[in-house]
T-cell receptor, first 115, second 112 residues
Framework: KAGVTQTPRYLIKTRGQQVTLSCSPI?????VSWYQQTPGQGLQFLFE???????NKGNFPGRFSGRQFSNSRSEMNVSTLELGDSALYLC??????????????FGPGTRLTVL | DAKTTQPTSMDCAEGRAANLPCNHS???????VYWYRQIHSQGPQYIIH???NNETNEMASLIITEDRKSSTLILPHATLRDTAVYYC?????????????FGGGTRLMVKP
């Protein structure tokens, strides 16, 4: 079974531009979450989508948005890029099961550099 | 979700057991302890989780104290490929939410 895939793997943008990152979850997984990882702040939760609906949102400005499609693939968008948005953006998918096990499968990430 | 405290870094000799501690003194009764690790330049990887009983799988063992205020992840025979940042996370059984709150983690260095 293929793992979580993210495209592109690397991206360079300039301040003020916007960017769209893509994530394809493991087949059958309907929950997709996004995280931002920076050296200063570590791993921070951005948002989660399940069945095309945003269920949770972290403490990020409105410039960060996302969506999920009917096939569970997800995209996140960052508008008006700032230097501080340079980070590794990670996508995670999970198969919702009752009983406590909450194994999330992370993709390799997209490394965004804002110049 | 309860906050966790982990040492910033640890060293371990190759072939020896690596014991990574985690304090979660404010854990509540329905919260689980999860361990993930992140090898350099990769996404985090699930290792193990538990509620109150000790758990073991092919990767590691998880020992949770009786009062559940702390736990230890044990890698029985550490290899160089186990060098990574290890995150201890506490969260409730909540299928309505998928947020993992990562702390700073422990940077484990396995040395030959």
């Amino acid at each position: 079974k293929a793992g979580v895939t993210q495209t592109p793997r690397y991206l360079i943008k300039t301040r003020g531009q916007q960017v769209t990152l893509s994530c394809s979850p493991i087949s059958g997984h309907r929950s997709v979450s996004w995280y931002q990882q920076t050296p200063g702040q570590g791993l921070q939760f951005l948002f989660e989508y399940f069945s095309e609906t945003q269920r949770n949102k972290g403490n990020f400005p409105g410039r960060f948005s996302g969506r999920q499609f009917s096939n569970s693939r997800s995209e996140m968008n960052v508008s008006t890029l700032e230097l501080g948005d340079s980070a590794l953006y990670l996508c995670a998918s999970r198969l919702l099961v009752a009983g406590g096990k909450d194994e999330q499968f992370f993709g390799p990430g997209t490394r965004l550099t804002v110049l | 979700d309860a906050k966790t405290t982990q040492p910033t870094s640890m060293d371990c000799a190759e072939g020896r057991a690596a014991n990574l501690p985690c304090n979660h003194s404010t854990i509540s009764g329905n919260e689980y302890v999860y361990w993930y690790r992140q090898i350099h330049s990769q996404g985090p990887q699930y290792i193990i989780h538990g509620l109150k009983n000790n758990e073991t799988n092919e990767m590691a063992s998880l020992i949770i104290t009786e009062d559940r205020k702390s736990s230890t992840l044990i890698l029985p025979h550490a290899t160089l490929r186990d060098t990574a940042v290890y995150y201890c996370i506490v969260r409730g059984e909540n299928n309505a939410g998928n947020m993992l709150t990562f702390g700073g983690g422990t940077r484990l260095m396995v040395k030959p």
